[in-house]
């Protein structure tokens, strides 16, 4: 999987940087995380390809998570795009596009509702999985996590055609199954497979304050986005605001004990992030900052 | 006046071409004139001072002309604007401002009906006056005048006092009256007076197909933007889809004899503005190409 930072900026875009949008990128379609004012022209700048994205998962409704949808919307429709186009939004988000979106689009919307404070899986299919979980902010808010599913066994194709393993049993040895010929001979999985690359995860957490209560959706992801409005001088600004600072972002990415800790949403009082990673990296030695155009692999 | 343009794109943001806005600085206050998306992030990066917009100009319901409107009065409420908002615009943005801002904003925002195929008269007080005409596109649109009232006569302070002249009488010298002393003498008005710069006037168009109907409301005007999403070759498709050409908007410009034309709203289909600024001074000689952060006084 391939991140893509469209926005990492707090409620006021600010010393150039645009409101939320991130674009995850699977082998099968794209995914569009929140989607500030301005998504649909760094999408443009950043040749983003925008009818690969299947999915949207908005996140809460504050407007500089969503004011960029309805024109990404407008855009497509007058791009033709025919491809259908989830979104799992607050049930309120669905009336705020319909009463801007007048024409007849050439393409469907599927709205899915995300219910407050519920946990749900969103979306799954044999290659990807996308789940919702409460996080803890001001209106309800939810945080996501996507889950590429990889194999357990990586086929050899040399080895399969040596073997002549017929095509039809290939899923099952990449399930990690032996074949058996029908002279009873076994192929041991070993023989023509290696070990996959395992699954790999994203969870994304905008707006959050601290809440340890994110930890068992999170447990052990790949890579973790959470939101640091603040440096830790400011927790309780934070605390009161219902965001998160650095060293609270840090301590969380610990305690999931995640690989990487990806931090973003800065508030607008801050003209440069300096001291943002050193304080998050105190806590937690593998911290990115999000900035726009910065391009992750998972 | 100074016209500052925040977007020249058409329907379309492409090749780095941002939404229709602009922003139209009088002495008195800025007015803003429509309000794409990603306007708010043009006005930050161009130093735009936010707060002295007192008067939003929205010309019809196309998202490419308010899609940045929400996100604009939002971050206005949230830097603790207070000052009244005028927001001319059809009756329908009412609706879709207000479901998206149901926080309580600390300013005032007054909304005036743009009324199909209506002219008004918009505001108007000593120093300032904005008028709504109809245009010709295909969902009810307006074009807008803006005429900063300069005095008749300049005073010359010098010569005010040279000839004890009350101040109560200041604008009627500047009207152009002479003074009579009580002892019945009288001050020729040329004596403590010189001759003022006249009104400047400003008209934006857009989006529109060519119609000559709109040269009374145009006439003489310093400055008159127009809408050109097409080189001339693309004449049949511009009316199809009711909008103008390079030449369609040099010839608006020249039946209504103003004094400069500046073009915009270009089609995403061009990569380059090539042609565009050539094609328009064939007709009409005094011809600007809009591009973004571009300044022009008035």
Redesign the interface.
């Known amino acids: 999987m391939q991140l893509t930072i469209l926005g990492c900026g707090g ?4 010393y ?1 940087r ?1 409101p939320s949008a991130q674009i995850l990128n699977t082998n099968e379609c794209s995914i569009l995380i929140d989607c500030g ?2 998504a ?2 760094k999408m ?2 950043y040749k983003v390809k925008q009818n690969r994205i299947h999915h949207v998962c908005i996140s809460h409704m504050h ?1 500089d998570h969503y ?2 949808l ?2 990404f919307i ?2 497509q429709g ?2 033709g795009r025919t491809q259908t186009l989830n979104i799992y939004a607050p049930a309120k988000l669905k ?2 596009i319909a ?2 979106t007048e024409w007849k689009l050439p393409f469907e919307i599927i709205y899915h509702d995300l219910l407050e404070n519920k946990y749900a899986v969103l979306f799954e299919n044999e290659k990807l999985k996308i789940e919702a979980f409460p996080v803890e902010h001001s209106v309800p808010t939810h945080g996501f996590k996507f889950t590429k599913k990889v194999k357990l066994r990586s086929l050899l194709p040399n080895k399969l055609r040596e073997y002549e393993i017929p095509k039809y049993f290939y899923s099952k040895l990449a399930d990690g199954e032996d074949y058996e010929r029908q002279d009873g001979t076994i192929i041991k999985n070993e023989l023509v497979t290696i070990e996959g690359k395992g699954n790999k995860s994203y969870a994304y957490c905008s707006d959050t304050r601290y809440t340890e209560s994110i930890i068992p959706y999170i447990k052990n992801v790949n890579l973790l986005y959470h939101e640091a409005t603040y440096l830790h001088e400011l927790a309780e600004r934070a605390h009161e605001r219902h965001h998160s600072t650095t060293t609270e972002a840090a301590s969380i990415a610990k305690l999931a004990q995640v690989d990487q800790l990806i931090i973003g949403h800065y508030s607008s009082k801050y003209k440069t992030l300096e001291g943002f990673k050193e304080e998050a990296t105190i806590v937690f030695n593998n911290v990115l900052l999000a900035e726009e155009d910065l391009v992750v692999n998972i």
Chains 1, 2 share one sequence.
């Not at 409620?11 to 600010?14: E, I, M, R, S």
């Open positions: 409620a006021l875009p600010a150039g645009y004012e301005g649909q022209m443009q700048q407007g004011f960029g309805v024109g407008n855009s007058l791009l009336e705020i009463l801007q």
